[in-house]
């Protein structure tokens, strides 16, 4: 829910000085810009709650606590990518495979309550999937219309 509540606030704070900047409103350039901050944030959840998520990762994966950090990394490049105009729809592309690929780790903490903070079973639990899957295609077409498309 953080991450989502950062995307909205950003995205309007960003649409708003663009206006005052450029006397022109420009949604996608907004949109990427609030997309990058979120995913810088979630970035530094890699690194602080790096137990937590690696036990959101499904079991027949190895290196786990190295998948976490090349995750957290991953994002903090999308984020630049976001705002590099000559890699915007690169990136992209590459986002929205992201978002498809981890969907799975977050069904398996759903399933198994994972607390991605704690790594402890005392998360949300199979509820927390009503939010988190339109969540996830909410980010994925945020992407599309503010990168790949724009």
């Given at each position: ?103 799975p780790a977050n069904v ?43």
């Amino acid at each position: 829910m953080k991450p989502f509540i950062l995307l909205i606030i950003v995205f309007l704070l960003a649409l708003g000085v663009i206006k005052l900047s450029s006397g022109q409103f420009n949604a996608a350039l907004a949109g990427r810009i609030a997309m990058a901050c979120m995913l810088v944030f979630t970035a530094i959840g890699h690194f602080a709650f790096t137990d937590g998520m690696a036990a959101m990762i499904p079991d027949f994966l190895p290196y786990k606590t190295e998948l976490v950090f090349a995750t957290g990394i991953a994002e903090l490049l999308f984020a630049i990518g976001l705002l590099l105009p000559n890699f915007t729809g690169y990136t992209g592309w590459l986002l929205i495979m992201f978002f498809i690929l981890i969907l799975p780790a977050n069904v398996k903490a759903a399933i198994d309550g994972v607390n991605y903070q704690t790594g402890e079973l005392t998360g949300p639990g199979l509820t927390y999937l009503w939010f988190r899957i339109p969540l996830q295609l909410l980010f994925i077409a945020w992407v599309y219309f503010s990168a790949v498309r724009s």
